[in-house]
Nanobody
């Protein structure tokens, strides 16, 4: 059974940083690309970043490019989202996801609030 569990959200001041983590289980983690999405309050869910399986190429939405990085530790079945220079528009529930055997799986989400 595929499971994704996010952690690391919280309240941060504008300009601050947070690192989100997502642990995957129930599938061969290293063989699959991993994604981060977010859903701001009252808005649609939007894609944030993707990291491929080995060797780990990355892609980012224009809104976060240069501020966020995505990385993975396959030994720990974990994907990370390092978020720097956060602003109010980054406030959202952040989800990790993976397409495993043509099915999209999602974590439960972790809330990130950027506010002074």
């Amino acid at each position: 059974q595929v499971q994704l569990v996010e952690s690391g959200g919280g309240l941060v001041q504008p300009g601050g940083s947070l690192r989100l983590s997502c642990i995957g289980s129930g599938f061969i983690f290293s063989e699959y690309a991993m994604n981060w999405f977010r859903q701001p309050p009252g808005q649609e869910r939007e894609w944030v970043a993707t990291i491929s399986s080995v060797p780990g190429s990355t892609a980012f939405a224009d809104t976060v490019k240069g501020r966020f990085t995505i990385s993975r530790d396959n030994a720990k079945n974990t994907v990370y989202l390092q978020m720097n220079d956060l602003n109010a528009e980054d406030t959202a529930v952040y989800y990790c996801s993976a397409r495993v055997r043509r099915h999209d799986y999602w974590g439960q989400g972790t809330q990130v609030t950027v506010s002074s």
